[in-house]
């Protein structure tokens, strides 16, 4: 199937906006001009904010003390909890 | 656009509700003491409000070197026009190199507001700041002494530094609760400067006929200890394990985001990025598999025990005592042992 020309296109799109507009359901499209916006400040090349640097997050274990999952060793994790004024 | 000084101040914008000041004024003073104090320059506090004496002193004694307050009876609540043209005024005025604001509501108000008025840049929600060199790639230009503006990104998967080289004042809004908040200097003096803001009624477009706050069910931030529950909990009916656990150390109620947007806590008890960034001294995750997002609220707990059915769960990572087993048998072993020693 041919691609369809600039012009085909661009007929297309006013044949559909005629309709969508008898119908009440056009919203108009504003433009840069419309809107007078200067783009210096638009986009990535207005942005006043660089990004230095990007750092994925890595998990860094430093290494946990296991606790069995036991009423003695809960019990003594408690304890050690306890006696060092964590708890209480 | 405000062209950068150099030599100018770093400010905190301090906030106030309801005549009470905000806690985040205070962690931005601590960070913003470091900043000025590696830029070598002053430590400024600006403060609206119907009543600000007593609330600039207190500035003070948290670091400010000097306080910007103004009063007007009509600004004892927050209203983002004569806020914003204030503050950005003040900016025009003094030429601040550096502006704070903390990530509160008020915050994420008023700080575009600001920042678009003055044309510069704004860098929304960071968990850090500090102060480094940069080099444009494309010039080659290198720059001394600017803001590093450190906040997560894409989820908190990344952290990203951000600058802005050339179009000042460098601004920023900050998380609370990621900063310490350092305890008041009474002795410590700096100069309160009181002004009349210039506004007209014109500036006042809404008037306010009813101010209603929602109290808080919860203050995590001031939490000494926090039990947290998280999806592996399974149920609302189940979360009472963790409401059970609570009460026997006096402790709060915490939940990660999945256990909230299951409706088995309010969520005013989420910690993490979209919740609440605690810093307790003992945090006891249950059923927390330990997102990043997460861990971004809680890894600096001086504490961190985990109970998770799942050894491979990221939140032992950041643990200092972890239990693999299952929490139904774990935390009434928990609660047994603590009734018996406390």
Redesign the interface.
Known sequence: MPAATPEAVAAEVEKRAAALAAKGLLIPQWTLDDIRADLQWCGRDG???????????I???SG????????EA??D???E??EDH??? | MTEPNRKGDVWVIAEQNDGELHDVSLELLSKGRQLADTLGVRLAAVLLGAKVQEHAQRLVQHGADTVLAGEDNRLGHYQTNPFAKIVAGLVQKHRPQIVIFGATPVGRDLAPRVASAVRAGLTADCTDLDIGEHVEAHTNQKYENLLYQIRPAFGGNIIATIVNPERWPQMATVREGVMRMPDADVKRRGQITRFTPDLAASDFALKILEHQSAVRKVNLKAARIIVAGGAGVGSKENFRLVWDLANALGAAAGASRAAVDSGWIDKDHQVGQTGTTVRPALYIAIGISGAVQHRAGMSEAQKIVAINADPKAPIFAVAHYGIVGDLNRVVPMMIDAIKKRV
């Open positions: 942005s006043p904010t660089k990004v230095k640097r990007i750092q994925s997050v998990l860094k274990g946990f003390k296991k606790v069995e999952p036991t009423k809960v019990a994790m408690i304890h909890l306890i964590t708890i209480g």
